[in-house]
Structures are given as C-alpha cells and as structure tokens.
C-alpha cells in the first residue's frame, strides 16, 4: 500500500509556472507507475499526464503536451509536474495517483489507479 501526499499548488499569472511534488510513502515507490489527474469544477476528473516504473515512459494530454513535465525521483519516493505557460483553463485540483502496473506503457484511465492523494488546488488568473 502506498499513501501519497500532494504538494505546491498555488494561484499564479496566465503565463507563469509552478511544480508540483507528490510525496509517497514505504519503501515500494518503484514498483508504481505515476499519474497526474486534474478536476474543475462541474467537470469530471481528467488525465493530465502518466510515467511508468522506471521513468523510462511517459504519455501526456493532448492540452498540457509542450507545457507540463512529469518526472520521478524513486530515491526520493517523490513525483513531480513542472507546469510552464500556464493558462486559466489549467486551473483545477490536481491529484497524484500510483498503480502497481509492471505495464512498459503509461497508464491514462483513472480507473487503472488504486491510490489517490488528497489533492491540490492550482489557480491560474488571467
């Protein structure tokens, strides 16, 4: 089992960047491949990026490809979502989720995710 621990949401300008950090704990991070969900409000929750196991893999949405990063430390139990160029449509709460999938390919179902954090909440301002 592994708990997961959002951080780095804020309010920012149209145009600028934050990263988000999802801490998780025990010793298995490895064994998960990551995901980036993201909620507005009134709309249902959508993927925003994944990464396998390794790191070696990665899948983004078509919305967020060219301006968000996702990434992992598995030294540090730690994934993150470096987010430039950002625009009003990105804000949202946005969720870290993991899944014990040996798949070589990044997962972009939610429903492949048994393990969610609690969330952040990203404002971007225009």
């Known amino acids: 089992q592994v708990q997961l621990v959002e951080s780095g949401g804020g309010l920012v300008q149209a145009g600028g960047s934050l990263r988000l950090s999802c801490a998780a704990s025990?010793?298995?991070?490895?064994?998960?491949?990551m995901g980036w969900f993201r909620q507005a409000p009134g709309k249902e929750r959508e993927f925003v990026t994944s990464?396998?196991?390794?790191?070696?893999?990665?899948d983004y949405a078509d919305s967020v490809k060219g301006r968000f990063t996702i990434s992992r430390d598995n030294a540090k139990n730690t994934v993150y979502l470096q987010m430039n160029s950002l625009k009003p449509e990105d804000t949202a709460v946005y969720y870290c989720a993991a899944t014990p999938s040996s798949s070589n390919y990044p997962h972009r179902s939610r429903y492949a995710y048994g393990y969610w954090g609690q969330g952040t909440q990203v404002t971007v301002s225009s």
């Open positions: 990464i396998t196991r390794s790191g070696g893999m990665t």
């Open positions: 025990g010793r298995t991070f490895s064994s998960y491949a």
